[in-house]
Structures are given as C-alpha cells and as structure tokens.
C-alpha cells in the first residue's frame, strides 16, 4: 500500500535547487519509496471480510448479488479482518517503515555493507519483514506452508483460550498469519526466473515500485507469463478461515477487469492494474448491512513523502480506531493489546519458521542478524 509518487518531477527539483544534497536524496528516495509494502486493502483485508461473510450469491444475469445479512460473521472475524490489516498501517510493525528507521541510523551500518544487524533497529526490521511480510528471499510456497500452520496454532489456541484478554489478543496473532499468508503472494519476485521466490529482506521490492502489490498486477501485464494469484490466494485465504466453500463465489469478480478493453485507473488518476476497481466490487459485493470503516479503511495509512507512517500514530491507537464505531465492535469487552499480540505472535512464528528451517539465522544469508535477539522489540516502542 502507499502512494505513487511523481518521481522523476520530485528527483529534478531536489537536483536543481539542492545540488549539494541530490545523491543523498535520491539515494534516500529510491530506497523508500513503494519498497516493502504488502498487497493494497482490497487483498488483505476486504478479501478476508469477504470470505467471512460469505459476501454474494449469483444472480440469474451472471452479476454478484450481496447475501442479505451481515449477522452470521461473529465478533472475532470482524476483529480477525481488522488484523489482517494492521501490520501496514502500523508505524511499528509496517515494513517499509521499519526499512527507514534502519536508513537513520548510523549504528546500522552493518545492514548496508554486509546485511548484519548491529542494534535493535535492524533486528527489528529483519523481525517485521520476515515474520510477517514474508520478505525471506526464500521459496514462496514454502514459506506459505508456514504462514497457514502459525494460522491454524493462533486460532486453535484463541478457541482454547479461557481468558477474554487472551482470547483476543490470539484472534488478531490469527489475523496477522493471514497477513503473512497474503504476503507470500504479494511479495513473489516479478521477474520470470524468479516468479516462485519472495523478495529479501531491507529494500524488498523497490526496484519494481508498486506494482506486486497490485493484485491483479500479474495477470495485466506485469509479467510475461501471467498467473493465477488472484485465484490461489482466495482459495488458501478460505481454506485457512474454514470458509474453503466461500472462494468459488469471490473468483468471477475479477472477469469483467480482466475483460475490459480500458486501462484500468486509481482513485488519483495512476495506473494500478484494476486495484480500485476491485475494491469496489468487493465492498459492493458485502452483505447490505455490513458496516464500513468511516473514513475508509484505505485511507488510514498516514504516511510521508517516502511513504513512512507517521510516528504519532501507534498500533494501540489504530485498534482503539477500529474498534470504537469503526467498522468492528468491541469483543467481549476487551481490546487486542499490541504488544501482546506482536510478542505472542512473533513466538511462535519464529519457532515453526525454524521448524521448517526457514529461520532467518539458518539460512546463512544474514550473517550476526539473529531475530531472536529482538524478542519482537515492542509494537509500542
């Protein structure tokens, strides 16, 4: 998620009016901008919300027609698809801002000249981007495989819980796996030789700006030999949720994008592989009485220039958001606390992650950058 930027407008005023600084700048710039974002909104989280309420039937005319009712989604998925979206509106837990917290530190140095972490900053960002933005540099569908049991250890532990607080707490650890799971297909390289393996950890996929955010971006043109990400990652998003008999209903959304003889344009006149038409048609496609987030869900993401999330906002404070008259309700009384949440979460990520060796220390690349070490930091610090 993030905006797109008029670059090459932005790049030629920094060199005209402050030559002095232009290397640094674009140095800063290029790095930062669209580097490790996950799919936009409309892939995480109305995805999600529309599996969980089963969303449309049908209509005799071929069109999608919204299920009367939202009431059969309980409490604890509308809270799970909030989650879901979380880790990329959060200042502390959103990767590419997690990268320029790194980029100001000059203790950090080690990341740049040897990918090693030298301090908490870049534990904390190997911590984020690997555990739940899937940035592993690591074969996508076996990081997937991951992604699907931390699923299914958060929510059986959540069914398990006896304590409201804890109850919670793990529904939203559920919600940020799916985060993961989502993000094994965002973050699959673009390149034709490299479709099957997720982008690395630090910078992510800058070089190819926005784009592999963009859901459908693969099946318009972005890659030579276009794929069914769309497809498979609805149909592993239901599998995960046990709503497998939901998917096939989502799946013809995307028809009419795919057929359309128009270029297929965002909210600000950019290009984006039919991102925003999408959105709308999921959130037309929701039950009549689902209740939508005011302002909209994808427009929370309070970033920069870069696309840094501003520090003011906090993960506590976005929960608190979405859970006062926005959106989700409050469950059984109790808010997710975040820190609870991230710590709890990144526990038994890190365990199976290593299970599968897929650990970050294991797979030789990152030399001294041991996680572990970062305990998930704290999602408040």
């Known amino acids: 998620m993030g905006r797109r930027i008029n670059r090459r407008r932005f790049l030629g005023s920094i060199v005209t009016q402050r030559p002095v600084a232009a290397c640094l700048a674009i140095a800063a ?18 995805v999600i919300t529309a599996i969980v309420s089963g969303m449309t039937t049908m209509a005799a005319d071929g069109t999608l027609r919204p299920k009367p009712s939202f009431t059969s989604v309980n409490e604890y998925e509308r809270l799970q698809a909030f989650c879901v979206e979380l880790p990329d509106l959060s200042p502390e837990l959103d990767a590419l801002t997690q990268r320029a917290h790194v980029y100001g530190s000059w203790k950090d140095w080690g990341w ?4 090693r972490c030298n301090t908490t900053v870049t534990r904390h960002m190997v911590a984020t981007q690997w555990y739940i933005h899937g940035l592993t540099g690591m074969e996508a569908t076996r ?26 707490n793990l529904v939203c650890e559920a919600g940020f796996a799916m985060h993961l799971l989502g993000d094994t297909f965002a973050h699959a390289q673009l390149s034709e030789k490299n479709q099957k393996t997720l982008y690395a ?3 992510g996929h800058w070089l190819d700006k926005h784009v592999p955010d963009d859901i459908l971006s693969r099946s318009l043109g972005a890659v030579r030999t276009p794929t069914a990400h769309w497809q498979e990652w609805v149909q592993e998003a239901a599998k995960s949720l046990g709503h497998s008999d939901n998917s096939a209903q989502m799946l013809p959304l995307i028809q009419p994008i795919l057929e359309s003889k128009k270029r297929q344009y965002g909210d600000h006149g950019e290009y984006d592989y039919g991102e925003t038409t999408l959105r709308n048609s999921l959130r037309a496609a929701l039950p009549s009485d689902w209740e939508p987030y005011h302002p909209a869900l994808e427009t929370w993401r309070q970033e920069n220039l870069f696309g840094v999330i501003n520090s003011k906002v906090t993960c506590d404070g976005l929960i608190r958001r979405g859970v006062d008259g926005n959106g989700i309700r409050p469950v059984e009384g109790q808010y997710p ?4 949440v991230w710590t709890g979460y990144l526990a038994v990520a890190m365990r199976l992650f290593k299970e599968a060796r897929l650990d970050p220390v294991l797979d030789g690349k990152l030399g001294t950058c041991d996680a572990t070490s970062d305990q998930l930091g704290s999602a408040t610090d």
Not at 143 to 162: F, H, K, N, Q
Request: charged share 15%; hydrophobic share 40%.
């Open 143 to 168: 990081v997937r495989r991951v992604a699907g049991l931390i699923a299914a250890d958060r929510t059986s532990a959540a069914r398990a819980a006896t304590n409201a607080q804890d109850r919670v």
């Open 29 to 46: 710039f290029c790095g930062l901008v669209a580097s490790s974002d996950a799919y936009d909104v409309s892939g995480h989280h109305y």
């Open 201 to 203: 950890p630090g910078n």
């Open 112 to 115: 740049s000249v040897a990918s």
């Open 337 to 340: 606390n975040c820190h609870a």
